[in-house]
């Protein structure tokens, strides 16, 4: 999470907007949209009626791909079919609770002629969850609200209430379709309105996802507001395959995502037609991968960030592609826009900035564009002057504006750039490779192995270790997929997962260690390991969280020794670790009060060694939307209270070989850094962000955890001698002696002394006191191609430290709230 707010002005425009209310034509309507020379057909034929209008879709190069209504018949899906036994292990009652909803079951008859609004909301609400305006986070009351496949005919806003996923039939995917008088901000509203602003605060909604699902605005006349889904949302969220079906006739007020605040956030596979304006997106970071564009007047329209990095983008026949102009030359909201291995075709303008030489702050509207492919598109950078890159049909190999250290300051530019050298590796077909979470649609449920149905319990309680070791053995050697049902698996020795392994959760089941095996500061044990050093295969593994509970000073939560190919990399998509905060994790409010009066240190709350080792052996990772974090407060207190959980280190990769991909990941407050590279080499990594302990520097970095021997920790007391101010503070992100390390975005923040913000939130305006850490980055020992585009750092006075020395000072490159670098070269 993180405590910040932008003063937006902008949310008077974009409160809960009511569509006009007008009848309701025949709901088997069939939309039809303009054909042209140089562009096939596009169809939509809406909902017939039938039990289920599974849609097909073709796509060609040029239009939008056809999507037309399948045969009734749904696929099954092993999800829908599974026995239901998942449990909420520290919910008030655990026997009765109900963690897996059909809608069906709660009524709805996705039969495309029913108003189902109330029978989903039903489903989403029924046995006293977290809902928003009574309740500001839980994890005691998870949900999967499941569609069937069907045409689901909604007259309001479904209302998200928190930890819930929302997952539809992905072999035939179930249509939300809004009545032509719907009204409410959304189909479904992640977030509600209240008196005071959003129920729920943006940037500490995690865990939740919506997946496989088409939302239908067509029926309400293009002339109404309606909004696809609101999304505003923090970490560990997902949106993941879903279609946007809006009006694109003249004046069109569709929308298909509207996001205005939060601390996210991963996105993928989505795609969008027509709209005034495809999404609408404010929030301090995301990573936003493959969305498609239609159609739309304006893709994409960034109405603030601090840093959003967007790869596999396809924007088509809109007006405008990317409008990060809000603000205007002299107050420009967006900080920066990283955007890689997209296209835009057959659209006029692709960028709009506001950017210039005189704009105001300095870096904001800090831009990145690597390798961008441009098909009859005239203006590929708009500035306020005019055209600023000129388009055409071409590709834009490497382009930026904003500040510029190859390795040291060299200028404010606006220009072309040599973009990052891509190891071979990391690419497929020039792109870097990219993988969406396996959902394991076309799997028959006989091949899936219930974890609960093996004998493990989940409960929180038992002691499921030797349960799960042996069913994680047999399942591999059969070839068989472990699915986690819901629930706590309390574990007191390694979990490992051996090569062969395809692993799922449920509602983001928890693998917790806890006991003495876990206990030794200095001699670390894996909570869950994957493979041992030396073997190689591959496993995949999503939608779960490690935790710990109690004092587990040695814990690593996971480790990774698998080695894989870079053809066939393994995988871990949502997959978090969360230590502390938590029902059952004994490091709550109660036991870990925050104690910023005190300089003792609580034994009991020293809960991690590591987040996560990618050791030596381990190379071929791809790792998407993973969220590694020591909580800074307790979910489960209504007043969302700040505490002191400590841990060692985040992540740690010192793997020899590399070949590793951090799509959407964050690492927060862990003592002595966030991210750390060692003799590595070959690694995407964006947007990564990062957050450093918030009780820091009561006491410092080196207080709580000793160095250990073989770890290659940072060495505060030694490197800080001679330092001014607040040396002695985690790291967000360390590089030694490694090379190819690619960054593409990074949000590197301290807002916190000792729980007071007035380190960050002070002295520069805009931009920030830059006095709450010296030092946030660190390049050391050998270092080729250790480069960084976008670096946003909050709170640090040395934006880059090179062995040892200032590279870059925050105060020369103030942003909206963050300091920004827009490229950065360490050589
Ligand atoms: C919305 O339209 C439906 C169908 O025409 C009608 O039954 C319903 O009363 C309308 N609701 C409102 C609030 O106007
Ligand atoms: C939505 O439909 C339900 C059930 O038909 C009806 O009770 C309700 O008034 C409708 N609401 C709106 C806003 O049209
Ligand atoms: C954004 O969220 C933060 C943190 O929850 C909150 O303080 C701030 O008021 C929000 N800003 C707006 C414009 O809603
Ligand atoms: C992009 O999303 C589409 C679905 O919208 C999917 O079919 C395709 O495989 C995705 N591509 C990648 C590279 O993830
Ligand atoms: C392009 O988008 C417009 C709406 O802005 C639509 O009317 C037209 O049919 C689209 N053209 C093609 C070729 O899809
Ligand atoms: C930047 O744009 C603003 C607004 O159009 C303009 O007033 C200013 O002169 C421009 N600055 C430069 C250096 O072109
Ligand atoms: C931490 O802040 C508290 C006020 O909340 C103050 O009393 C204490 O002296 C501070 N400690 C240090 C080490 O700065
Ligand atoms: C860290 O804190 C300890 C305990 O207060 C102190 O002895 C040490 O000098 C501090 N180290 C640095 C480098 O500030
Ligand atoms: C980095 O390389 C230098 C020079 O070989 C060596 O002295 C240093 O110990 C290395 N650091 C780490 C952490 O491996």
């Known amino acids: 999470m993180s405590l910040f707010y932008l003063a937006l002005g902008l949310l008077g425009a974009v409160g809960p907007v009511a569509a006009a209310q007008v009848s309701i034509p025949q709901v088997s309507s069939v939309v039809s949209k303009a054909t042209s020379s140089f562009a096939p057909a596009v169809t939509y034929v809406g909902p017939t009626g039938s039990a289920s209008s599974a849609l097909k879709t073709s796509s060609t190069s040029k239009a939008a791909p056809k999507v037309a209504a399948a045969t009734p018949s749904a696929t099954p899906y092993w999800l829908e079919s599974i026995a239901h036994q998942g449990i909420s292990a520290f919910n008030s009652a655990p026997a009765s609770y109900q963690v897996f909803r059909n809608v069906k079951n709660f009524g709805a008859k996705g039969d495309g002629v029913t108003d189902d609004t109330a ?52 072999n035939s995917m179930p249509v939300l379709k809004a009545t032509p008088n719907f009204s409410g901000f959304g189909i479904i509203d992640g977030d509600q309105y209240g008196g005071n602003g959003l129920k729920f605060g943006a940037t500490d909604v995690f865990y939740r996802q919506i997946r496989n699902l088409i939302f239908d605005l067509t029926a309400i006349p293009a002339s109404s507001s309606a909004t696809g889904v609101h999304w505003p949302t923090a970490q560990a969220t997902s949106l993941q395959n879903c279609v946007f079906l809006m009006s694109d006739a003249p004046g069109t007020q569709h929308q298909g995502l509207f996001i205005e605040n939060g601390s996210g956030g991963f996105m993928n596979d989505l795609v969008f037609y027509g709209g005034l304006n495809g999404v609408v997106f404010g929030n301090q970071q995301f990573t936003v991968r493959n969305l498609t564009f239609y159609n739309a007047v304006t893709a994409i329209d960034q109405i603030w960030d601090w840093g959003w990095t967007y790869t596999g983008i396809s924007i088509n026949n809109c007006t405008t592609g990317l409008n990060m102009a809000a603000g205007g030359t002299a107050g420009q909201s967006t900080g920066s826009v990283t955007f890689l291995d997209s296209s835009f075709t057959n659209t006029k303008v692709a960028i709009v900035t506001a950017h210039n030489a005189s704009s105001f702050p300095a870096t ?108 994680l053995k047999s399942a591999a050697a059969a070839s068989q997929i472990v699915f986690f049902d819901a629930g706590t698996y309390k574990v007191t020795s390694t979990i490992t997962i051996p090569p062969g392994s395809k692993v799922v959760g449920e509602s983001y089941s928890v693998i917790m260690g806890a006991g003495s095996f876990f206990s030794s ?80 240190v609580n034994k009991n709350c020293i809960a991690a060694f590591m987040s996560m080792y990618i050791a030596p052996s381990a190379t071929g990772l791809y790792m998407e939307n993973n969220w590694l974090w020591t909580a800074d407060h307790d979910i489960e207190d209504p007043s969302e209270t700040q505490i002191t959980v400590y841990t060692g280190r985040g992540l740690y990769c010192a793997s020899t070989s590399g070949t590793i991909w951090m799509v959407g990941t964050a690492v927060e407050h862990h003592a002595l850094y966030q991210y750390q590279f060692a003799n590595t080499k070959n690694v995407f990594a964006g947007q990564i962000q990062t957050e450093t302990a918030y009780w820091q520097p009561n006491p410092n ?102 062995d040892g020395s200032q590279v870059a000072l925050f105060g020369d490159n103030v942003n909206v709230y963050p300091d920004t670098i827009a490229y950065y070269k360490s050589s």
């Open 521 to 600: 500061i200095t001699s670390p044990q894996p909570v869950v390991a994957v493979g041992t050093s030396g073997q190689s295969g591959i496993v995949e593994w999503s939608d779960m969280i490690v935790s710990t509970q109690g004092a587990t000073a040695g814990a690593i939560l996971i480790q990774w020794n698998l080695a894989s190919t870079a053809a066939s990399p393994s995988g871990i998509w949502d997959v978090h670790t969360r230590i502390g905060g938590f029902a059952g994790s004994n490091l709550q409010l109660a036991q870990c009060p925050t104690t910023p009066k005190t300089t003792a």
């Open 701 to 802: 970095a080196s207080v709580v955890f000793p160095i250990v021997s073989g770890w290659n920790d940072p060495n505060f007391a030694t490197a800080c001698v001679g330092v001014s101010g607040q040396c002695n503070m985690g790291w967000g992100l360390r590089v030694v002696n490694s090379s190819s390390i690619l960054v593409y975005g990074a949000g590197l923040y301290s807002f916190f002394n000792n729980y007071s913000v007035t380190c960050s939130n002070s002295v520069v305006s805009p931009g920030n006191g830059g006095s709450c850490q010296t030092r946030i980055f660190s390049v050391e020992g050998t270092a080729t191609d250790i480069d960084v585009y976008n670096l946003n750092t909050v709170g640090a006075t040395q934006m880059v430290t090179r």
């Open 119 to 170: 029978a989903i909301q039903a489903a989403m609400s029924s046995s006293g969850r977290c809902a928003p305006g009574s309740c500001q986070s839980s994890t005691t009351t998870p949900a999967i609200v499941y569609f069937p496949a069907g045409t689901y005919i909604v007259n309001s806003s479904i209302i998200d209430y928190y930890y819930t996923q929302i997952i539809g039939n992905p």
């Open 364 to 471: 904001a509207g800090s831009l990145i564009l690597e390798n961008i492919v441009l098909t009859n598109t005239p203006v590929a950078v708009q500035g306020p002057q005019g055209t600023v890159l000129v388009g055409g049909s071409l590709t834009i190999s490497g382009w930026g504006e904003g500040h510029e250290y190859t390795p040291i300051y060299k200028k404010s530019f606006e220009n072309s750039i040599t973009k990052f050298s891509r190891p071979t590796e990391l690419t497929k077909n020039g792109q870097y490779y990219a993988r969406s979470k396996p959902q394991y649609q076309a799997s028959p449920l006989s091949q899936f192995v219930s974890v609960r149905t093996a004998g493990a319990k989940g409960n929180g309680v038992t002691d499921d270790t030797a349960a799960i070791n042996k069913v």
